[in-house]
């Protein structure tokens, strides 16, 4: 029997949406570059693909035209590999990585570039979304909740568990601070390909624009010098919602930060990896989704973790480490005390709070940081999870090598 491999991964630094380094940059550059250093990291003549499959959550304007196939194209690949654009909203780069494990498992396919990418510089804050009819009339009025901001669903899940604001802000620091720690001691490095690029610079007085060359080479959405005093006099952002009319919970500091990158990674079969002499990072092992009410759509792990567990004999203690995205603190902290998890088994170099969330990007970034992360600390099993917009969640099992 042959096991779904991932040989190599490769991302972007992530930059601040609309003032970061790559609030000028094309999703199709920031995809291709991804998937070009992953497939050298691999060793592997570019024509060696048969397919891209890349997840993002806006596949639109700067991010459309299907561009799984074209990034593929930007990353030197030959005409003859195709590509796919998937959207499952924020756990989109696991879903490529999901389905491409599938192809190599199922139907033979030798090496599949798969990854995942957001600008939201460019899309959402852009001005290039299609707005244009986007509820359908009937579905809207039994279930509004399937267009509610992300932002409103978060505090009406602290809201409705109890989620206190202390414990939100408390999480969101420990984010900061891990992350911090964790660039001072290189542990990012090994997975960021410098990107040179043009930064516009915008006046913040005049509006006046300038352009400058820059090479994006570090995360650079973490503060390092938050305090837990900082974030509690940080006002709560949300008002005028389809249930809350003035938040209470969700600030600035204790919500994930709008940003933009790609992240790639190669899979293939065992036995290719074997006749390749590669040494795999890891195996993927299952994948699991379960909706859940779309208005608390961030509680979404607590009912695919133990969908997933449960298919392959394992607990919640069997799983060494756990990349779960943190999308808003409310749901996170949420997730993580319901499933019981060890808070020292979780996001252990921060997560999107503190390194951004480029939606598109996440689950692969997570993928790849965790196959590196755990071969650091000698783990078997990881699991990498997110809730998902309109009410779902989804859960990846990985053995890491």
Known sequence: MTDAVIVSTARTAMSKSVRGLFNNTHGITLAGHALQ????????????????????????????????????????????????????????????????????????????????????????????????????????????????????????????????RESQDEFALLSQQRTAAAQEAGRYDDEIVPLATTWKKVDKETKEESFESVVAERDDCNRPDTTLEGLASLQPVFKDGQQVREGKYVTAGNASQFSDGASACIVMSSKEAGRRGLEPLGAFRGFAVHGCDADEMGIGPVFAVPRLLERHGLTIDDIDLWELNEAFAAQAVYCRDQLGIDPGKVNVNGGAISIGHPYGMTGARCTGHLLLEGKRRGAKYGVVTMCVGAGQGAAGLFEIF
């Open 37 to 164: 250093h992953a497939i050298e990291r691999a060793g592997l003549d570019p024509a060696d693909v048969e397919d891209v499959i890349l997840g993002c959550a806006y596949p639109e304007g700067a991010t459309g035209f299907n561009i799984g196939r074209n990034a593929a194209m930007a990353a030197g690949c030959p005409s003859s590999t195709a590509g796919a654009t998937v959207n499952r909203y924020c756990s989109s780069g696991l879903q490529a990585i999901v389905m491409a494990a599938g192809r190599v498992l199922n139907e033979g396919v030798p090496v599949i570039a798969t990854g995942g990418v957001e600008s939201i510089s460019l899309v959402q804050f852009g001005g290039t979304t299609n707005q244009g009819n986007a509820t359908e009339k009937e579905l809207f009025k039994r279930m509004p909740a399937l267009w509610m901001t992300m932002i409103e669903t978060a505090e009406i899940v602290a809201d409705r568990y109890d989620v206190s």
